[in-house]
């Protein structure tokens, strides 16, 4: 029976670094690795404790006392940060689907060596990487010509598409899709269109996988869009990424529904400092644990995206 | 008269496939880029007229803005801190990146580079507002973790979102600690794409390990690096808005070492109500950018062709 374990050969196992040197790399790289992974487990240990102890120690890795306040407060408050879930969530996924569709039709005609505007249209997405007209015609443009300001367009459309995932893209189908494939569809009749939705997608769920994880991870940690083009008068369209910042200095945005209670009804403090992290960890959570099953694909975008265009 | 052929009717359908994404470029990169003019008007916003006729009626001042601009020790310390921050993050990034993903692919227990990999990947994923808290919960005076050391090892207290001594240094360590992973990534996947062979040939020549590094795993890394230092050139005057407004948490007494162009640029454009000076900046950012990044390709196609981005 052939054991599970890749054999290695015998020129690798000669060439290995000897016994010292890998301790001493081996001992760098748990450090590392911690020191990347321990703020995650900080926070959470923060958002853990309870507020006396924060106030007596201060943030520490072994709090005085242990509490789900931080939670249970969440949970009372679940109408505005559910809310902001909700918008993180629905940015997230409607923006993914829709930035694969602007994304992987213009990598499809590009890829098309036949096409009259190839050339013109590969121009005509590679001047944006090279020179754009900033943040302030985007901001005015946005905001007095598009007027997409204060709602949700304003948080999908403007990181909806990237130049550097179109050339991903490209470089795909130029590579794997077979010309004869497309060629032999035209002759039975497909339109483009047709082409493009039953051939060339279903063969290119690699390619797919990987930019819909881009934008995906894009949105869900976009608050630049939110920052600029959501007003405090629409409070119900902040994504967690924008209550994270708004709450920073008050925590008046979690706290609205119980504006009624007054203030000498509230029963002992709010748990303002282990609420915060709280959020964070409803932010990262998410992220930590999909990221180790998802890297492979992160790594062979990278890896086309590093062949030049 | 040389007589164009005619658009077929596959090319038609290609154009439509392809409209809405080019609607999409048209407007949020072509008719920003005509919006630079701004830089050069005194922009009011009309009321009930859209931004194009606003701009186009506002009155014409000519490099005023950035005559202005440059009156204001803003612009030095702006220019000065985007350039320096950009050029220390090339330098130690790439050589921290390189080395550490040439180490990682020595050792001997591929499961430990797999894990230590992922580990080191985390911080690629995560906000800067994100990050931002994780630098809070070290930091904070009140309760932060290092505060709190130094007040138990009988130190004085440092109040630092207070201190710009101190912020270089974190803003650098922040910076490669968020992109150190995601560098080594990138060179990996290089070093896995080397030919075995000529590892093999090397160690037939009785090649130590520092020789086979130097003379084979660098130099057939050059290509990517040069690749990613000429990107890394390109945006040597456009700074990660996040890591210098969200981590030092927008504080006063900083400015003089957190204030970078796109940190001035998003201030004067929300705060100061100084749209001029903001598109002046960053305009010149803009242009700039477009300039080294031209420039860098330029120098590095004469030494060697295929090395080039474009």
């Excluded at chain 1, 006392?65 to 997230?92: H, M, P, Q």
């Excluded at chain 2, 290609?14 to 470029?25: C, D, G, K």
């Excluded at chain 2, 690629?124 to 932060?144: D, I, K, M, Q, R």
Aim: glycine share 6%; proline share 4%; charged share 15%.
């Amino acid at each position: 029976m052939r054991t599970s374990r890749r054999e290695i050969s015998a020129v690798e196992r000669f060439n290995r670094i000897s016994v010292p040197t890998n301790i001493i790399f081996t001992t760098l790289f748990i450090v590392l690795a911690l020191l990347c992974v321990i703020p995650v487990v900080f926070v959470a240990i923060i958002s853990l404790s309870s507020n006396d102890s924060i106030e007596k120690i201060g943030y520490s890795f072994m709090p005085l006392e242990w509490s789900l306040d931080a939670y249970a407060y969440l949970w009372r408050e679940r109408v505005s940060i559910g809310r902001a879930t909700f918008v993180s969530v629905f940015i997230t996924v409607v923006g993914t689907i829709l930035g694969l569709y602007l994304n992987a039709t213009m990598g499809y005609v590009l890829s098309r060596p036949t096409f009259r505007l190839k050339k013109f249209l590969t121009y005509f997405i590679f001047i944006p990487m090279l020179f754009s007209g900033g943040l302030v015609s985007s901001y005015l443009v946005n905001t007095q010509m598009l007027r997409i300001q204060n709602s949700y367009w304003a948080l999908i459309l403007p990181i909806a598409v990237s130049s550097f995932y179109v050339i991903i893209i490209r470089t795909f189908f130029q590579t794997t899709v077979p010309d004869s494939l497309i060629e032999s569809a035209k002759i039975d009749g497909a339109s483009q269109m047709r082409i493009f939705f039953s051939i060339v997608l279903p063969i290119s769920l690699p390619v797919m996988a990987t930019i819909g994880l881009f934008l995906s991870f894009g949105y869900w940690n976009d608050w630049f869009s939110a920052m600029l083009y959501i007003q405090s008068s629409h409070q119900e369209l902040y994504p967690l990424q924008y209550v994270l910042i708004s709450i920073e200095r008050n925590m008046e945005f979690l706290s609205r529904s119980s504006e009624f209670m007054g203030p000498d009804s509230s029963i002992g403090k709010l748990p303002a400092e282990s609420t915060r992290m709280a959020i964070v960890m409803i932010v990262v959570i998410p992220i930590a644990l999909s990221y180790p099953f998802f890297q492979k694909y992160f790594i062979t975008g990278l890896t086309i995206g590093a062949v030049k265009g | 008269m040389r007589s164009k052929k005619r658009f077929s009717k596959d090319d038609f359908e290609l154009t439509m496939l392809a409209m809405p994404t080019v609607l999409w470029y048209l407007a949020f990169c072509y008719v920003p880029m005509f919006g630079i003019i701004i830089a050069f008007k005194q922009y009011r916003p009309i009321p009930g007229a859209g931004f194009i006729v606003s701009l186009i009626k506002s009155k014409f001042v000519g490099i005023t803005n950035f005559k202005f601009l440059f009156a204001t020790p803003d612009a030095w310390i702006m220019f000065r801190n985007t350039i320096l921050y950009n050029l220390v993050f090339i330098v130690l990034g790439t050589v921290i990146t390189v080395a550490l993903a040439v180490m990682i692919s020595q050792l001997r227990s591929k499961k430990m580079q797999k894990v230590s990999q992922t580990a080191m990947f985390l911080p690629h994923f995560l906000s800067w507002v994100v990050v931002s808290y994780f630098v809070f919960a070290f930091l904070s005076t009140e309760s932060g973790l290092l505060s709190k050391l130094l007040e138990m090892w009988g130190m004085d207290p440092v109040i630092w979102y207070m201190t710009p001594e101190y912020w270089p240094y974190i803003l650098v360590f922040v910076y490669l600690w968020k992109s150190i992973g995601y560098g080594m990534v990138v060179y990996l996947a290089g070093i896995a794409g080397i030919d075995e062979s000529l590892y093999e040939a090397a160690i037939m020549d009785g090649a130590t390990k520092w020789q086979q590094v130097k003379y084979i795993t660098l130099p057939m890394l050059q290509p990517i690096i040069i690749i990613l230092f000429i990107l890394a050139v390109g945006r040597i005057f456009s700074s990660d808005f996040g890591l210098f407004y969200q981590v030092p948490r927008n504080s006063g007494p900083l400015v003089d070492v957190t204030q970078t162009i796109d940190v001035y640029v998003y201030k004067a454009l929300m705060g100061l109500n100084n749209i001029g000076f903001a598109a002046a900046a960053g305009l010149l950012q803009s242009v700039l950018g477009l300039i080294m990044i031209l420039a860098a390709n330029w120098v590095v196609k004469k030494i060697n062709e295929e090395n080039s981005l474009f």
